[in-house]
């Protein structure tokens, strides 16, 4: 027992007054290993309800199928990161221009994670602050385009994101946005029709990248149409940033001006990014005078658009970036692609229709519509979830349903990978989800009859399934 505690053990003993009044002078102080140790039993103490609620997440999570593919599964020293005193910090402004004291540690975290995040992707500038994916879009929206400024991107029923200009959102309410589609045939893009639509729409931006596409995306055939049209061109990776990163799918960095991504579906922790390449000291004219472009972005994150920035996801986001760098993390990329690609050949070889008949990524579309009559894509996600199964329905390219019904349904292998599954549990999962996709009876376009044996026996299938390949 140190000296220090012996002392105090006896006069605890000994002497209650006096102890009191030596403990209130020199408190015990924690050093951070103490304070940060046993944070979850420190929650059940003071609240039990969210504490239970976190549990049966972390059940939920262990004992059913993560299909959806925008989900990912972070290391438990991102969390720590995420968890960590250093969400206290309030400060604002860039590493070197902070408004408030006290900047010295978290300045050391912002460094690490720029410098990181400029290594993993090969950017000369990586902006670490945008609270989310959408956020980091709004940001380069609003540093470059004034009110009713054009852009062109792909509408959002055709595999496009919400923030890319839907006329529910930010982008469709300020800017003039002009949608691009697929092939109506193949599903695929189709360069000599976007090129020919921003001869004629003449945007000042284009957004490429999407949420439900499952094919190589060809990053410089869009800056030549860019240039062509003296546009700029945003690249949202957020689905493939990790692809990317580990060289499984081409990168934007040095086509685009902007590249963005949220960093939680690469397996981070929830966050933006804003990469820059050879372009990032390009200048822009704005209020009068001439700034490179990675200058006007920094601006536009603040004072621009948000206030402080969240440096406990910023540290987690560094320790993410550390990850992102290694031998395993780039290997699991061309797993989950492998995985992708074995789980869609399983469901072909039974006859379902996979949109663009396969896939380059992590993820495929498939047409339950075309699979059997009265099938909808909210009803293979309700009667999937029954059986412990979790997948997201998909408004398809040309859908005649509406986004609460769809004709589709996404499925996508990070999170399984993650977990260490291969070829043998893509095909036992392409049959577990047949077998229920057969049964179901389509009552409705969002209602069904599921037998109650097949849902149990469904249900314990995966739990024995997901019992062999524990959360890591
Ligand atoms: C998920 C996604 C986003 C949004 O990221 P959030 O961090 O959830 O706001 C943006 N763009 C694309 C293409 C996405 O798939």
Redesign the pocket.
């Known amino acids: 027992m140190p000296v220090n505690e012996h002392i105090s053990k006896g006069l605890r003993r000994n002497d209650r007054q006096l102890y009191e009044v030596i403990e209130s002078i020199f408190p015990t102080v924690p050093n951070s290993a103490t304070y940060h140790r046993g944070l979850l039993e420190a929650l059940g103490q003071v609240d039990g309800e969210v504490s239970r609620l976190i549990a049966a997440e972390h059940d939920r999570l262990q004992n059913t199928l993560q299909l959806i593919a ?1 989900e990912n599964q972070c290391s438990r020293a991102v969390l720590a990161a995420l968890g960590s005193v250093v969400q206290n910090k309030t400060t604002e402004g860039f590493v070197g221009s902070r408004f408030h004291g006290g900047c010295e540690v978290v300045d050391g975290l912002e460094t690490l994670a720029v410098t990181r995040a400029k290594e993993v992707f090969g950017a000369q500038h990586a902006n670490v602050q945008p609270h ?4 980091a ?1 709004q940001i380069v929206l609003t540093a470059i385009l004034e009110t009713g400024d054009r852009i062109l991107s792909l509408a959002m029923d055709q595999g ?2 919400v ?2 200009g839907a006329a529910v959102a930010f982008a469709g309410k300020f800017f003039e946005v002009e949608q691009y589609h697929v092939d109506p045939k193949s599903f695929l893009l189709d360069y000599g029709a976007i090129r020919q639509q921003a001869l004629r729409f003449r945007p000042r931006l284009i957004i490429c ?3 439900a596409y499952s094919r190589i995306i060809d990053f410089a055939a869009y800056r030549r149409i860019a240039d062509e049209v003296g546009a700029y061109l945003m690249a ?1 990776i ?2 493939i940033s990790g692809l990317i990163a580990a060289g499984v799918h081409p990168s934007p960095v040095d086509h685009a001006h902007f590249t ?1 991504t ?1 960093t ?2 690469p397996g981070g922790p ?3 990014l804003i990469l820059m390449g050879r372009d990032f000291d390009a200048p822009i004219q704005a209020g009068g005078r001439s700034v490179p472009l990675w200058e006007r972005i920094e601006k536009t994150t603040f004072p621009g658009f948000q206030g402080t920035p969240y440096l406990n996801n910023i540290a987690a986001k560094a320790v993410f970036f550390r990850e992102m760098l290694s031998a395993e993390y780039k290997a699991r990329q061309f797993k989950i692609v492998e995985n992708a690609q074995v789980l869609a050949r399983a469901f072909d070889r039974i006859g379902y229709d996979i949109l663009t008949g396969g896939t380059d990524n992590h993820m495929f579309c498939i047409n339950v519509g075309h699979f059997r009559e009265g099938l909808t894509g909210a009803i293979a996600q309700h009667c999937l979830e029954e059986c412990g199964i979790i997948v997201n329905m998909n408004r398809l390219p040309y859908d005649p349903h509406s986004p609460r019904v769809t004709s589709g349904m996404r499925l996508g292998t990070p999170i399984v990978t993650k977990n260490g599954m291969g070829q043998t549990q893509m095909e036992a999962i392409a049959g577990l989800i047949d077998n229920v996709l057969t049964q179901v009876e389509p009552a409705g376009s969002r209602e069904y009859r599921l037998d109650d044996r097949l849902r149990l026996e469904t249900k314990h299938q995966v739990e024995d399934l997901c019992a062999r390949f524990p959360m890591v």
Request: glycine fraction near 26%; aromatic fraction near 4%.
């Open positions: 925008a989310s994916g959408t956020g879009n496009g994101h923030s890319h990248g999407a949420s949202d957020s689905h963005t949220s939680y579906k929830r966050g933006g």
